[in-house]
């Protein structure tokens, strides 16, 4: 008991003296994992065989750079592997996502706020349904209008074809108004506010969805 006793005594020190130096705060100090644990938060376990996962390591100071520079590539977060102060995240998308290159992104001039926006985009064109699922909040998808999103990406893409054509992503820009967890995204088409009143945007579990159909 007594040797213990002195295990965590030592071990509470060592945290607090690693916050005094500017290191990781001691509520995010990292535990050693139980006995036998097998980390279940790796591309080899979460990757399907038509998805594109990749690895994205980050720490305590930066929380959001895996969703800063994947989501709006039309990633969606899978996972997180265990750590307060260091981990990883698996972020995955469907092998035939459309998705804008590099100079495209330029023109595109999108904040993180507009990524679901991005991925339904996306998801229309590659006629994908899950990538199109993932677009939306808890909320909507809760909805019993939402109980058919296959229908829904249909219903979409008729909506969509009549409304902007043959339209191409660079054809979009957008612009944020809101918070740092919600608010609203405007949608401009080639110049052209099609969204008025904005769409209802909310960060949730990691990346911002769609609130609103």
């Keep these: 008991m007594q040797r213990r006793f002195l295990l965590l005594s030592a071990l509470t020190f060592a945290c607090m003296f690693a916050s005094l130096l500017g290191g990781v705060p001691t509520a995010q100090a990292d535990v050693a994992p139980f006995p036998g644990y097998v980390e279940r938060c790796t591309i080899a376990r979460q990757q399907g065989p038509n998805e594109q996962c990749s690895l994205c390591r980050t720490y305590w100071r930066q929380p959001n750079r895996c969703s800063a520079t994947f989501a709006s590539q039309g990633f ?49 064109l590659t006629s994908n349904v899950r990538l199109f699922t993932k677009s939306f909040s808890k909320k909507i998808l809760s909805h019993p209008s939402s109980k058919n999103m296959k229908s829904n ?26 918070g740092p967890k919600e608010g609203r995204l405007y949608v401009i088409f080639k110049g ?18 769609l609130n609103e159909h």
Aim: aromatic share 12%; charged share 25%.
């Design 76 to 124: 969606t977060r899978r996972c997180r592997t265990r750590g307060g102060s260091v981990w990883s995240e698996v972020w995955c998308r469907a092998k035939n996502t459309v998705h804008p290159h590099p100079t495209v992104s330029k023109k595109l001039t999108s904040p993180p706020q507009a990524s679901p926006f991005i991925v339904v985009l996306t998801a229309l």
């Design 153 to 178: 990406l249909a219903e979409g893409q008729k909506k969509f074809k009549k409304r902007f054509g043959n339209y191409r992503l660079e054809d979009f820009t957008f612009s944020y108004k809101g």
């Design 192 to 209: 052209k506010n099609v969204f008025p009143r904005g769409m209802s945007v909310i960060f949730e579990d990691g990346s911002w969805k």
